[in-house]
């Protein structure tokens, strides 16, 4: 094989992390919605997450080394930690205490996206292609569309920014997050080993203190293992991991348009899952969510290309 053909197979692999973040980030979104519908708090969900995923990564990380952290080093596991960990999982859930799901499904990926391609242009000098601009602008504008109808409708008081700047700031911990593991060139498997690792010792024993073992034990087992499996398997080990990957094999600039997709698959898997029907705007913006990853990631001019080699 070429050494075109295997950057060419490398970048599909890339893609195929990507997605595969993005559907498993939206089950999970789903799955957050379905828990908090059925009377568990985002606490609740966040111990859950942290404990199933702490506990699997755990034997990874006790055999790369606590002291070094697996190579990664102290300091370079606790930013990660500061920017993928808790702190942004708190604030991305808790931004729903005051503002409708629709606000933070548009706020936090936009801002992903817009702070990561910026900073990683500016900082890790990365090129930024027009198709890239181009794809980025079509998802945002996608997003929007989406979560128009809940920004239009609002209805939730003068409190409403409130969330709004939640989102925005676990928005831009996700980007910092992204734009480390580029700068950094951490291994994928273990960076996610490391965060989920570091934020069980920090979410048990705060949770604990905070919410008791009485509250603890009161919840109903069955819906609180499926949040660990969706939150802590699912979303804090898979999808990070993936995450990780279309990080170092895309760069900044390409990997962070997958989270700007997370709406639009939330919308789908949340027809079957917890019985929302999209509107035709939304339908509309998923449309041209799709048309902008494929934009951005060159399916586009390769189908140019294609169709002028066959004239």
Do not use: K, N
């Amino acid at each position: 094989m070429t050494p075109a053909g295997e950057a060419t197979h490398g970048h599909a692999f890339g893609y195929a992390c990507g997605f595969a973040m993005a559907i498993g980030a939206s089950l999970a979104f789903a799955s957050a919605r379905a828990g908090i519908l059925g009377g568990l708090g985002a606490d609740d969900m966040i111990f859950a997450r942290f404990v199933v995923a702490g506990c699997a990564m755990l034997p990874f990380v006790a055999v790369w080394g606590f002291r070094t952290l697996g190579g990664i080093g102290w300091p370079r596991g606790l930013a990660l930690l500061a920017t993928g960990g808790p702190l942004f999982a708190i604030l991305q859930t808790g931004g729903y205490a005051f503002a409708p799901l629709a606000h933070g499904a548009v706020i936090a990926p936009s801002s992903v996206t817009i702070v990561s391609t910026i900073v990683a242009g500016l900082t890790l000098g990365e090129r930024l292609t027009r198709a890239h601009v181009a794809g980025a602008v079509v998802v945002v504008a996608g997003i929007l569309m989406i979560g128009w109808q809940g920004i239009a409708d609002g209805g939730h008081g003068d409190r409403t920014w409130v969330g709004d700047l939640l989102f925005f700031a676990s928005g831009v911990l996700w980007a910092a997050f992204t734009v480390l593991l580029r700068h950094w060139r951490i291994d994928a498997l273990r960076a996610t080993g490391v965060v989920c690792v570091l934020a069980f010792f920090v979410v048990v024993p705060v949770y604990l203190l905070h919410r008791g073992s009485d509250h603890l034990m009161a919840l109903p087992f069955a819906p609180l293992a499926f949040q660990g499996l969706t939150q802590g398997f699912v979303q804090a080990i898979f999808t990070m991991l993936a995450y990780s990957r279309a990080v170092a094999i895309l760069g900044v600039s390409r990997a962070v348009l997958f989270p700007a997709s997370v709406p639009a698959f939330s919308m789908l898997i949340g027809i079957p899952a917890i019985g929302e029907i999209p509107t035709t705007l939304q339908i509309a913006g998923l449309a041209l969510v799709s048309a902008g990853l494929a934009l951005a990631i060159g399916v586009v001019g390769r189908l140019r290309r294609v169709a002028a080699g066959t004239t």
